[in-house]
Nanobody, 124 residues
Framework: QVQLVESGGGLVQAGGSLRLSCAVS????????MGWFRQAPGKEREVVAA????????YYADSVKGRFVISRDNAKNTVDLQLNSLKPEDTAVYYCAANIGGVSFNREYEYRDWGQGTQVTVSS
């Protein structure tokens, strides 16, 4: 099992930036995928971005391509999400999640370990 703790959320104006960080502890494996998801009020949770822990291959949802950047630091055991050019529709609770043993970036059911979430609010 993997423990995940997110940090870095907050309130920002439209066009601004935030950096989210996910600290990873517990059993870690070289071959797994880390993802960032978000859930806005009244909407289903959706994948935002994901990265393979060993090779750094990335995936982005169309809605955030060119604005968000996911990265990992193997030495520090962290996965960060840089949020740029933020829009009010990016307002949501953002979750870090681990997909151990799965092969998909965007199949939520493959992610078994989740953080508690961090709130991102973008004002217009």
């Amino acid at each position: 099992q993997v423990q995940l703790v997110e940090s870095g959320g907050g309130l920002v104006q439209a066009g601004g930036s935030l950096r989210l960080s996910c600290a990873v502890s517990g059993r870690t494996f070289s071959t797994y995928i880390m993802g960032w998801f978000r859930q806005a009020p009244g909407k289903e949770r959706e994948v935002v971005a994901a990265i393979t822990w060993n090779t750094g291959r990335t995936y982005y949802a169309d809605s955030v391509k060119g604005r968000f950047v996911i990265s990992r630091d193997n030495a520090k055991n962290t996965v960060d999400l840089q949020l740029n050019s933020l829009k009010p529709e990016d307002t949501a609770v953002y979750y870090c999640a681990a997909n151990i043993g799965g092969v998909s970036f965007n199949r939520e059911y493959e992610y078994r370990d989740w953080g508690q979430g961090t709130q991102v609010t973008v004002s217009s």
